[in-house]
């Protein structure tokens, strides 16, 4: 009997597989899946009482990322909490917001996205640059100098917006940097937008997240539009600087929108403990593509058909 060289193989086959972390938890592959689309976004920053709005937090999208055959942790960063209502002078304690935190996947050789950068809020109108993050929070206003927004992590984010005069710069999003506003009378103090985030398609329908916050407006006359809008992307849009009448025609802070890693958007002293919005959740997303898969061992009763066939080849 000649010796066979061949042998009829087993295929099988995986679907695609996509699976959403909006908590953190762990990850088991699919048993053929060894690179998957990934992204994971981190916790925006809440924003600044009277200030600026808070960066978005780090976007990381990898097209194909290799994974292991053991499951894998899933961290899910918080948003930043939002600076206290009521706090004395714009002392960092009682009004700046707090960073966002990463989101990470895996435990060897990570992915780590940086939370957002919180917003910041001068002393008595001295001037204070944004705080850093995956995106950073805009620039505090005060007198005729200039304030930086904060950096923004590298390939992850973007910058906070500079602060000039009585502008206030805008939270930093994935796709673009804060706005710096131009102050112009009759506005005393503008806030400057936040920076849209970046869609993915990931899901399977574009989705943007992580934009950055706005920042505090007020406004000149009735009418004015006294908001800053938060970047598309899940970012926060920012309320009045300052109470004023009639309050129904107010607009409200907005938080940055879970499971997007937006910034909180800035909001008004005297609007109460809940005024000042934090930052949203983050996100981490696996899309597993479709795989086949064959054994290496040999059937021998499909060799013993073949063979009686006259089909195997030596």
């Known amino acids: 009997m000649p010796r066979l060289i061949g042998a009829a193989q087993t295929v099988t086959t995986q679907a695609q597989q996509i699976t959403t972390f909006n908590s953190s938890g762990t990850f088991a592959a699919q048993p053929l899946t060894t690179n998957a689309w990934v992204l994971v976004v981190a916790g925006g920053g ?35 909490a939002g600076g206290f209502d009521g706090g004395s002078g714009g002392l960092p304690a009682n009004t700046w917001g707090d960073p966002g935190s990463n989101s990470i996947l895996g435990a060897a050789a990570p992915l780590t996205a940086i939370g957002g950068g919180g917003g910041v809020r001068g002393i008595s109108g001295t001037p204070q640059v944004g705080q850093s ?4 929070s805009g620039a505090y206003r ?27 710069g805008g939270g930093g999003g994935a796709g673009a940097a804060g706005q710096t506003p131009t102050p112009a009378t009759p506005f005393q103090y503008i806030g400057g937008t936040g920076g849209v ?68 958007g800035a909001a008004s002293e005297g609007h109460g403990p809940t005024a000042v919005m934090p930052g949203g959740s983050g996100v981490v997303i696996i899309n597993e593509p479709e795989a086949k ?13 073949q063979v009686k066939a006259g089909d195997w080849t030596n």
């Open 46 to 80: 809440g924003a600044a009482q009277q200030g600026s709005g808070g960066g978005a937090g780090g976007y990381l999208e990898v097209p194909s990322h290799p994974l292991p055959l053991s499951p894998v942790p899933i961290t899910v960063g918080a948003g930043g």
């Open 133 to 136: 993050g995956g995106s950073g």
């Open 197 to 264: 985030g970046l869609a993915s398609s990931i899901t399977g329908s574009s989705v943007y997240r992580a934009g950055g916050g706005g920042s505090s407006w007020q406004p000149g006359p009735l009418g004015s539009p006294w908001t800053s809008a938060g970047g598309l992307g899940g970012g926060g849009q920012s309320g009045r600087y300052a109470l004023g009448s009639p309050a129904p025609n107010q607009p409200q802070a907005a938080a940055g929108t879970i499971n997007t890693g937006g910034g909180g």
């Open 293 to 305: 898969g064959a054994s290496s061992v040999w059937d021998l009763r499909q060799v013993f058909r």
């Open 142 to 168: 005060g007198g005729p100098g200039t304030a930086s927004g904060g950096a923004g992590t590298p390939g992850q984010g973007n910058p906070g917006g500079d602060a000039q005069g009585g502008g206030i």
